[in-house]
């Protein structure tokens, strides 16, 4: 006699609510713990991180100051809140993973895995390609294009600071578009042919958010706007992949039980 295989969940048993929440509230405890203790170390190492993110201004010969004596001291805190976001991610998504797949089939578990991995990443490309490649152009084109050349080029630490976390928001989730659509395609909510009806929407929202995110000026916006329209190419190809994938999975599985009922009817 065979036994039965069974490709469930892991955990295949009933979990009462109150477990449930007190799951949860475990994996929200590590998280915040994992957190704030990267908010701790960053806030301590805050000068030397803030430092190097001034590097590109003062490269061109500008100067970053601070003009409230409780400037800087709120400026560290929301840098150390920012990159406790940033760094603790993966901790954070991993908290999230492990309260949720016990309750997934292990297929289920092999589909989710490379996003979730994908994930960090492609987020840390983005903010790489800002710091590296946008800011240093946005901070040199706005300041020598629209101010006179007898003002004094100086920087207040708050106001970059922010336009610095506009930047990193704007590249960073600008290339998760691949991991999502394809994530969409991967489950079935969303299909290739269906992108492909909807390339010109794309297109258009993509330099509206380009527009919306990034500074007033043509090369910022067509450096966020360009690869939101690369990735939204690459996920239809990457769709393309999966579906066809599935469709020989799908047509070995009907295969199979075809011989299957043919033997059992032989």
């Known amino acids: 006699m065979t036994q039965a295989t069974h490709d469930g969940p892991e955990d295949d048993k009933p979990m009462p609510l109150l477990d449930h929440l007190i799951e949860l509230r475990k994996r929200l405890i590590y ?3 994992g957190f704030f203790l990267v908010f701790f170390v960053t806030f301590y190492f805050a000068k030397p991180i803030f430092s190097f993110l001034i590097q590109p201004a003062l490269a061109d010969g ?10 800087f001291f709120f400026v560290t ?5 920012f990159v406790s976001l940033i760094v603790g991610f993966p901790l954070i998504a991993t908290q999230i993973w492990l309260f949720v797949a016990p309750g997934l089939y ?3 578990k092999r589909a989710f895995l490379p996003f979730l991995v994908a994930t960090p990443f ?4 983005g903010c790489a390609l800002m710091y590296y490649v946008v800011l240093p152009y946005v901070i040199n084109f706005m300041l020598t294009q629209y101010a006179p050349p007898d003002i004094e080029k100086t920087l207040r630490s708050s106001d970059y600071l922010e336009r610095i976390l506009q930047l990193v928001f704007a590249f960073g989730f600008a290339f ?17 042919e269906g992108l492909r009806a909807k390339r010109r929407y794309a297109i258009v929202i993509a330099f509206v958010v ?3 995110l990034t500074p007033p000026d043509v090369v910022s916006q067509l450096a966020l706007a360009i690869p939101l329209i690369g990735f939204y190419e690459i996920s239809i190809l990457i769709g393309v992949w999966i579906e066809k994938k599935r469709d020989a999975e799908d ?3 009907e295969e199979e039980e075809k011989k299957a009922e043919e033997a059992a009817g032989g």
């Open 176 to 192: 998760e578009v691949p991991v999502l659509l394809t994530l969409l395609i991967k489950v079935g909510i969303a299909t290739t």
């Open 210 to 212: 380009a527009a919306v």
């Open 62 to 71: 500008y100067k970053v100051i601070v003009l409230d004596i409780f400037e």
């Open 106 to 108: 292990r297929h289920e």
């Open 31 to 33: 998280a915040l713990v």
């Open 122 to 125: 492609m987020f840390y490309a």
């Open 77 to 81: 805190v929301k840098l150390s809140a």
């Open 251 to 253: 047509k070995k599985a």
